[in-house]
């Protein structure tokens, strides 16, 4: 008897975990991606982005409720050698750029030469979701 007692507070906390680990994880087969812009382009400064998303949804930073399990908002990893934590707010810095409004396109300058770009995803307070969103890393070239 309290065997089968202490067994079903388990499964309980089990089954809490899953679902509290689950509240901002997207699908498997969400995605995030560049819209027409390829790995090894060749491209002109100002350089316009368009950030696209499947499986999964765009709200800006700050959101409350629900939405928040479903939505976040994009960051640009600009020239960056290493992922920043995931476990973290992703840092504010030059090279990881935050569209809290929810923005899905921007312009940015960028010098001649070769440059990496990669999005990832943030939730309400900036925290990738877990599993991350990210997308592939390209590598481009300004002319
Ligand atoms: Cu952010």
Request: charge should be negative; charged fraction near 20%; hydrophobic fraction near 40%.
């Amino acid at each position: 008897m309290l065997k089968k007692y202490v067994l079903s507070i388990t499964t309980l906390i089990m089954m809490l975990s899953v679902s509290l680990a689950q509240a901002h994880s997207p699908p498997p087969e969400a995605k995030i991606y560049f819209i027409g812009l390829t790995n090894g382009a060749l491209v002109s400064s100002p350089l316009r982005l368009k950030f696209g998303i499947e499986g999964f949804g765009i709200t800006p930073a700050g959101s409350k409720g629900k939405i928040r399990h479903t939505a976040g908002h994009h960051h640009l990893l600009l020239d960056l050698d290493d992922l920043p934590d995931m476990d973290e707010p992703i840092p504010h810095t030059a090279n990881h750029i935050h569209f809290d409004k929810g923005e899905t396109e921007a312009v940015l300058e960028l010098s001649p030469g070769r440059h990496t770009l990669q999005l990832l995803l943030g939730d309400e307070e900036h925290e990738p979701q877990a599993p991350p969103l990210l997308s592939e890393r390209i590598s481009i070239t300004v002319k």
